[in-house]
């Protein structure tokens, strides 16, 4: 079974930085997904970004990147230029590749993430 | 675009009764999911859905029954409400095509079990 640990439960980073959320996962699958989902206040799960586990090149979606190290299995989310509505939980999620029961995510505890003004 | 829609959005039920937790999607995605939100786990599947009349359980199943007659929805049974199940269920439908794979969310139904 797949394991997704979010180890830091908050984090809080000053308007206009930097930040990184950390995720690390255990599989023994070669194919899957990585997704990095964000749950601001309204609740509702937005999907910030996706890794294809046979891509090298880490994804990138205007301020958001990862940190894609498949060896290590780490997926990690930087926030450039972190603004107040970056304020939510963050997920991260791992999906095997096909369908079936493959189908289903596997999501971490989620990281709450506030930016001080 | 209504995308993926839950109903109720809030519910107060009582131990013992049935609920009926609705979701309807506008997109003809193949996959659909149920999931509940809880302090301390993140998301956990409860069922999934790979097509009209096909079904499967999650992680946690106990207690719930769903059902797809159609391929746009996917209503999530509670047959007797008990207060473990006061929880937050979202709903999410999958598009599965390589690199746009992507479950999408509904708002959530926030149940409360008195």
């Known amino acids: 079974a797949q394991t997704v640990t979010q180890s830091q439960p908050e984090m809080s980073v000053q308007e206009a930085e930097t930040v990184t959320l950390s995720c690390t996962y255990d599989t023994s699958e070669n194919n899957y997904y990585l997704f990095w989902y964000k749950q601001p206040p309204s609740r509702q799960m937005i999907l910030v970004i996706r890794q294809e586990a046979y891509k090298q090149q880490n994804a990138t979606e205007n301020r958001f990147s990862v940190n894609f190290q498949k060896a290590a299995k780490s997926f990690s989310l930087k926030i450039s230029d972190s603004q107040l509505g970056d304020t939510a939980m963050y997920f991260c999620?791992?999906?095997?590749?096909?369908?079936?029961?493959?189908?289903?995510?596997?999501f971490g505890k989620g990281i709450t993430l506030s930016v001080r003004p | 675009d209504a995308g993926i829609t839950q109903s109720p959005r809030y519910k107060i039920t009582e131990t013992g009764r049935q609920v009926t937790l609705m979701c309807h999607q506008t997109w003809s995605h193949s996959y659909m999911f149920w999931y509940r939100q809880d302090l301390g786990h993140g998301l956990r599947l409860i069922y999934y859905s790979a097509a009209a009349d096909i079904t499967d359980k999650g992680e946690v199943p106990d207690g719930y029954v769903v059902s797809r007659s159609k391929t746009e929805n996917f209503p999530l049974t509670l047959e007797s409400a008990t207060r473990s199940q006061t929880s937050v269920y979202f709903c999410?439908?999958?598009?599965?095509?390589?690199?746009?794979?992507?479950?999408?969310f509904g708002p959530g139904t926030r149940l409360l079990v008195l």
């Open positions: 999410a439908s999958r598009l599965g095509a390589g690199n746009q794979e992507t479950q999408y």
């Open positions: 999620a791992f999906m095997k590749h096909g369908g079936g029961a493959n189908s289903k995510l596997t």
